[in-house]
């Protein structure tokens, strides 16, 4: 006996399929940016409550800062330093290359030593913070510490968002000092850019606003690029492979928020400077 063939789905039902489909990634998104504030939701509120335990602190403010400083460091000086070497090059068309030092250092305080050293930062650290939670999720540590009556937000995430927020803008600032170290050498050692302008245009056109606003954003980098990494370290599966998954999302996801966030931020900071000055 033949089996009946399946009910055909009406037209209508058919479009609401589709539509369906074609949102889910939208849905998927959504869902997973719900997911990632509930657990910073659920680590912060964990933050006035004992034990307070400052050597989890301490411990990954030391592997999330001194250990990207010199990844950071080094990137830094060649930043500056090609920066450097194009403004150079384009200012003396003009006969202006004394501004050299000016627009590099406003665009490495701004944009550049913030967005840079955090990338350097998910490189490094976020990816180490996804394989070390996922690794302990794996092989049951964080069941362990549960099981202990110890939460695992508060001894394993929670000290990796504090220090991510606290040690991102160090390094932007550290990054800025040596991109402009690099700048200067490239400009006034290399280029033979006369000393006094250099460093007077620098003063003219550089302000503790924008370094302000670096920093604001280093803080905002540094928060995304821990909790990227603890999201993806604390809900790892699949063994191994999934460790490694974990690990590489880690990464691109921290990259694309990074730059995505840059944006929006910038946009934020430039409407409340322009309200500040009254500019329209």
Same mark, same amino acid.
């Given at each position: 006996?033949?089996?009946?063939?399946?009910?055909?789905?009406?037209?209508?039902?058919?479009?609401?399929?589709?539509?369906?489909?074609?949102?889910?990634?939208?849905?998927?998104?959504?869902?997973?940016?719900?997911?990632?504030?509930?657990?910073?939701?659920?680590?912060?509120?964990?933050?006035?409550?004992?034990?307070?335990?400052?050597?989890?602190?301490?411990?990954?403010?030391?592997?999330?800062?001194?250990?990207?400083?010199?990844?950071?460091?080094?990137?830094?000086?060649?930043?500056?330093?090609?920066?450097?070497?194009?403004?150079?090059?384009?200012?003396?068309?003009? =006969?202006?290359?004394?501004? #050299? &030092? %000016?627009?590099? *250092?406003?665009? @490495?305080?701004?944009?550049? $030593?913030? +967005?840079? /050293?955090?990338?350097?930062?998910?490189?490094?650290?976020?990816?180490?913070?996804?394989?070390?939670?996922?690794?302990?999720?794996?092989?049951?540590?964080?069941?362990?510490?549960?099981?202990?009556?110890?939460?695992?937000?508060?001894?394993?995430?929670?000290?990796?968002?504090?220090?991510?927020?606290?040690?991102?803008?160090?390094?932007?600032?550290?990054?800025?000092?040596?991109?402009?170290?690099?700048?200067?050498?490239?400009?006034?050692?290399?280029?033979?850019?006369?000393?006094?302008?250099?460093?007077?245009?620098?003063?003219?056109?550089?302000?503790?606003?924008?370094?302000?606003?670096?920093?604001?954003?280093?803080?905002?980098?540094?928060?995304?690029?821990?909790?990227?990494?603890?999201? =993806?370290?604390?809900?790892? #599966? &699949? %063994?191994?492979? *999934?460790?490694? @998954?974990?690990?590489?999302? $880690?990464? +691109?996801? /921290?990259?694309?928020?990074?730059?995505?966030?840059?944006?929006?931020?910038?946009?934020?900071?430039?409407?409340?400077?322009?309200?500040?000055?009254?500019?329209?």
């Amino acid at each position: 006996m033949n089996p009946s063939p399946p009910p055909r789905r009406s037209f209508g039902a058919e479009v609401v399929t589709g539509v369906g489909d074609a949102f889910r990634p939208v849905v998927r998104l959504l869902d997973r940016f719900g997911d990632h504030v509930i657990l910073l939701a659920r680590s912060l509120a964990w933050l006035p409550r004992r034990p307070f335990r400052p050597a989890n602190y301490l411990e990954a403010c030391e592997y999330i800062g001194v250990g990207s400083l010199p990844i950071v460091l080094l990137v830094g000086f060649f930043t500056g330093a090609v920066m450097g070497l194009q403004a150079v090059y384009a200012f003396r068309q003009f =006969q202006l290359e004394s501004f #050299a &030092g %000016g627009t590099t *250092g406003k665009a @490495l305080a701004v944009e550049l $030593a913030p +967005v840079l /050293s955090a990338l350097m930062v998910a490189g490094r650290s976020g990816a180490g913070i996804a394989t070390e939670l996922g690794t302990m999720r794996i092989t049951e540590q964080i069941d362990a510490l549960e099981s202990m009556a110890v939460s695992p937000l508060q001894f394993l995430v929670l000290p990796r968002l504090i220090a991510g927020m606290l040690m991102a803008p160090i390094l932007s600032l550290l990054f800025f000092i040596v991109a402009m170290v690099g700048c200067y050498f490239l400009a006034v050692v290399v280029q033979h850019v006369d000393h006094g302008q250099f460093v007077l245009h620098t003063r003219d056109l550089l302000t503790t606003t924008d370094v302000a606003q670096g920093m604001l954003k280093s803080i905002v980098f540094g928060l995304i690029v821990t909790l990227i990494g603890c999201y =993806q370290g604390y809900n790892a #599966a &699949g %063994g191994g492979r *999934g460790v490694g @998954l974990g690990t590489t999302r $880690a990464v +691109v996801f /921290s990259s694309v928020t990074i730059l995505i966030s840059d944006y929006f931020l910038s946009d934020i900071l430039l409407r409340v400077m322009s309200s500040d000055t009254g500019v329209r």
